[in-house]
């Protein structure tokens, strides 16, 4: 198993740019977290999905943050328009609705807005 | 709901010495109890869990860790330290049972060897 698979792995761009992060959760999870990772604020849960329907968006900072999940294999984190604030490690993790909620982690994406 | 508390920011330990990071939690149901770590640079990766039966729990790498429940506690030791073993430690609840499947983690601690 490949496991969580997410890219970029690291994104530089410019204040006001569009950012869009992909995750693709482990085949047979049903359950899908984004998180940011920053050192002031340590670990933190945006949003997360079951079955493809985004359950706890309460972690989104802000509307400026969009994120999707439109089938079992993909997810989008988006961010529009971005700012320098928003600099941080994004991570994707998935597991299995029912067991016992072990996450897996993908290796996250390390984003730097200019 | 579910919280954890996780005792020091930041433990240094001799190379050989004992490693022991403070793990409290809270939670209205039976919980589930991860350990997790994350090397530089990398994601998080689980090193050991709690979910039924055997209160003492055997991780990867020589790590292990108690549920006590009278204590609420799920301190994560190691007998011996390693220099390899530097790096962020995160304890994390979940809720057994029910749809529930957020885990909340703790605020981290990170573990220094001193050579």
């Known amino acids: 198993d490949a496991g969580v698979i997410q890219s970029p792995r690291h994104e530089v761009t410019e204040m006001g740019q569009e950012v869009t992060l992909r995750c693709k959760p482990i085949?047979?999870?049903?359950?899908l977290f984004w998180y940011r990772q920053t050192m002031m604020r340590g670990l933190e849960l945006l949003i997360y999905?079951?079955?493809?329907?985004?359950?706890?968006d309460s972690g989104m900072p802000e509307d400026r943050f969009s994120a999707k999940m439109p089938n079992a294999s993909f997810s989008t984190l988006k961010i529009q328009p971005s700012e320098p604030r928003d600099s941080a490690v994004y991570f994707c993790?998935?597991?299995?609705?029912?067991?016992?909620?072990?996450?897996?982690f993908g290796p996250g994406t390390r984003l730097t807005v200019l | 709901a579910q919280s954890v508390t996780q005792l020091g920011s930041h433990v240094s330990v001799s190379e050989g010495a004992l490693v022991l990071l403070r793990c409290n939690y809270s939670?209205?149901?039976?919980?589930?109890l991860f350990w997790y770590v994350q090397y530089p640079n990398q994601g998080l990766q689980l090193l050991l869990k709690?979910?039924?039966?055997?209160?003492l729990v055997k991780g990867i790498n020589g790590f292990e860790a108690e549920f006590k429940k009278s204590e609420t506690s799920f301190h994560l030791t190691k007998p011996s330290a390693h220099m390899s073993d530097a790096a962020e430690y995160f304890c994390?609840?979940?809720?057994?049972?029910?749809?529930?499947?957020?885990?909340?983690f703790g605020s981290g601690t990170r573990l220094s060897i001193r050579p």
């Open positions: 709690y979910t039924t039966g055997a209160t």
């Open positions: 994390a609840v979940s809720g057994k049972g029910s749809s529930a499947s957020k885990i909340i």
């Open positions: 999905f079951n079955n493809n329907v985004p359950i706890d």
């Open positions: 939670s209205s149901v039976p919980p589930y």
């Open positions: 993790a998935s597991s299995s609705t029912g067991g016992d909620n072990e996450q897996f």
């Open positions: 085949s047979g999870h049903n359950s």
